[in-house]
């Protein structure tokens, strides 16, 4: 932390004692539970908005179909991948872990530019967080004084009516998420699938089911402001991901400090800041955003609309804490395009690029062939030369394939031993014997180069080669 509030803290006793605590735990070691007011304001109703359009995308994924594909899809298990209708399957494995490299780099650029802002307006946790669950606490426990008073409480009727409400809404609501992120796994057709089907068919899945349900419970019961503060590891790199031009939510200690209580009818002397503490009422991890940027703050614009609403009542202009940078606080100045900005920039368009490329210019097959162990060439009737092969080929697309080996040149012949043509399911293989059947007069020597391709509907998706044994001289 560097001087961005300094002056912001001058009036405090100890301006430095809330760098040596954990605001979420008292003294004794103890859960300190925060009861934040209900935030409301331009900032919140933006928020409201954009969660909608989140939740209704989140929701809408494992139905939207790009391709005939769903728009997502991570089965973890099957190592199968679908990011917004690119196929990503076992063979190209290396290519998810491509992709979440660029993505790393677009999460450390976009943190550079615009701090925390994904944490407070898009990511899952804030979004259910802050616009359902605590959106439904409000409305059965009442505001923050209310909902205080009856956790401290003794177990009346009305206590023990609104907390099996409140638990019972959160456990449906849970149980919807995890059903969503089973939709993500195992793909929404194949879910509604299951969920028609008897449940003793599907016993670990419905165990799995019930387990992530009892975990999103307790996240958002009893976890809470602790996931983004305890758990999550992105506000502890934000301390080496920002700089003084990163936008963040900030107070103008420029303006503000002095501090002084408001007085009506008084000519203040003082800076704009009325020390109110709204800004930490409404404040959902429970820090003082005076004291400066911090790794608690998760952006979430809170104490913006509170800011704002009391300036707007003692007639000062709105602004005192706001979206901007330590520079443009301390040095009015506000540049977001930075070398370091620049040098991210440049890595990440390379690593798309290149994933791109990848991804526009790989094979829809992926054939091994090799020649059967312990056999040599043989001399058919005819005169030709005959070698036999294994092979294998897989499907590195999500969709069926009836691929067809063909040889590369020459007037040899390819037979698959036992069967007519290939199939290949979704992502699958088919394996099998082949015979290459060359004439005689086509080699020299013992040792040759034949080279074939895998063609599909009529179009080639690769081409490879292998060594074709042949007696050396004339027959």
Not at 186 to 205: C, K
Not at 267 to 285: E, F, K, M, N
Not at 295 to 303: K, P
Not at 413 to 419: E, P
Request: aromatic share 12%; charged share 20%.
């Amino acid at each position: 932390m560097s001087e961005f509030s300094a002056a912001g803290r001058a009036q405090t006793p100890d301006k430095d004692a809330f760098r040596d605590t954990f605001n979420a735990v008292n003294d004794t070691g103890g859960r300190v539970w925060f009861y934040p007011q209900q935030p409301a304001g331009k900032w919140h109703r933006r928020r409201a908005v954009f969660a909608a359009f989140a939740l209704g995308l989140l929701f809408a994924g494992p139905f939207i179909k790009v391709g005939g594909q769903p728009l997502l899809l991570f089965q973890v298990l099957e190592r199968k991948f679908i990011i917004f209708g690119i196929f990503i399957g076992p063979q190209d494995y290396w290519l998810f872990g491509l992709a979440m490299l660029c993505f790393m780099v677009f999460i450390v650029l976009f943190t550079a530019v615009f701090g925390r802002l994904w944490c407070g307006w898009a990511c899952p946790q804030t979004v259910f967080m802050e616009m359902v669950f605590r959106k439904i606490e409000y409305a059965i426990e009442g505001n923050p004084s209310a909902r205080k008073r009856l956790d401290n409480g003794p177990w009346t009727r009305e206590k023990i009516g609104k907390k099996a409400l409140k638990y019972t809404t959160f456990a449906l609501l849970s149980f919807i998420i995890a059903n969503l992120l089973l939709a993500y796994i195992l793909g929404a057709d194949a879910l509604l699938q299951i969920v028609r089907e008897p449940l003793a068919d599907h016993a670990a899945l419905f165990g799995s089911l019930a387990f992530f349900s009892a975990v999103f419970c307790f996240n958002f019961s009893w976890l809470r402001d602790q996931a983004c503060t305890v758990v999550c590891p992105y506000g502890r790199l934000q301390s080496v991901l920002l700089d003084k031009n990163s936008i963040s939510v900030a107070y103008d200690h420029g303006r503000g400090e002095p501090r002084e209580k408001w007085r009506k009818n008084v000519t203040r002397t003082s800076g704009d800041c009325i020390d109110c503490h709204q800004c930490v009422a409404v404040c959902p991890t429970g820090i003082d955003i005076r004291n400066g940027l911090q790794m608690e703050c998760v952006n979430c614009t809170a104490c913006i609309d509170a800011c704002d609403h009391i300036m707007a009542k003692t007639g000062q202009p709105a602004g005192l804490i706001r979206y901007t940078s330590e520079n443009a606080i301390e040095k009015k100045t506000n540049q977001l395009f930075t070398p370091r900005i620049a040098g991210y920039l440049a890595v990440l368009i390379l690593l798309w690029g290149g994933f791109a490329y990848l991804i526009a210019t790989r094979d829809h097959t992926q054939t091994t062939l090799f020649r059967a162990p312990g056999t040599g060439y043989m001399i058919d009737p005819d005169g030709t030369i005959s070698n036999l092969y294994t092979f294998k080929i897989f499907n590195k697309t999500n969709q069926e394939l009836r691929p067809e080996i063909r040889l590369g040149e020459g007037n040899g012949k390819l037979t698959i031993v036992g069967q007519s043509a290939l199939y290949l399911p979704p992502a699958g293989m088919a394996e099998g014997s082949l015979f290459i059947t060359m004439p005689a007069s086509a080699f020299s020597r013992r040792k040759n180069t034949v080279h074939l391709s895998v063609y599909v509907n009529k179009k080639k998706t690769e081409s490879f080669r292998t060594t074709f044994i042949a007696p050396e001289g004339p027959l």
